[in-house]
């Protein structure tokens, strides 16, 4: 099984910086994508940012020029730096892992989720 763990969420005042963290460990064999989606209350989860094992990035729009996604060296770990927070930004944030567990059954997997607010 895979295992993925959150970490870095909490309270920022606007235009302050969050660095969110999720560290993947378990039976895998290869990882193929690594993102971070966010949920705000009464609105459909959305993608944030998104990493592919060859390091191409996508952000959503809304995000651009103010997050960067990236992975550190271990390639199993997945990073967002948030800049320039907005209140609009406030929601939980989930890790989600597309990969290989074996050399044929690919599958996806989310972290638990970890909430930011950014409030005054």
């Keep these: 099984q895979v295992q993925l763990v959150e970490s870095g969420g909490g ?3 606007p235009g302050g910086s ?10 895998i064999f290869s ?6 989606y966010r949920q705000a209350p009464g609105n459909q989860r959305e993608l944030v940012a998104i990493i592919t ?3 191409l990035t996508n952000y959503a ?3 651009k020029g103010r997050f960067t996604i990236s992975r550190g ?7 967002l730096q948030m800049n320039s927070l907005k209140p609009e930004d406030t929601a939980v944030y989930y890790c989600n892992v597309n990969l290989y ?13 970890t909430q930011v607010t950014v409030s005054s």
Excluded: P
Excluded at 31 to 36: E, P, Q, R, V
């Design 31 to 36: 990882i193929t994508t690594m993102a971070w």
């Design 61 to 63: 729009d809304t995000v």
């Design 53 to 55: 094992s060859g390091g």
């Design 18 to 27: 969050l660095r969110l963290s999720c560290a993947a460990s378990g039976s």
């Design 101 to 113: 567990v074996t050399i044929l059954q690919r599958r996806d997997f989310w972290g638990q989720g």
């Design 11 to 13: 309270l920022v005042q």
């Design 73 to 79: 060296n271990d390639k199993n770990t997945v990073y």
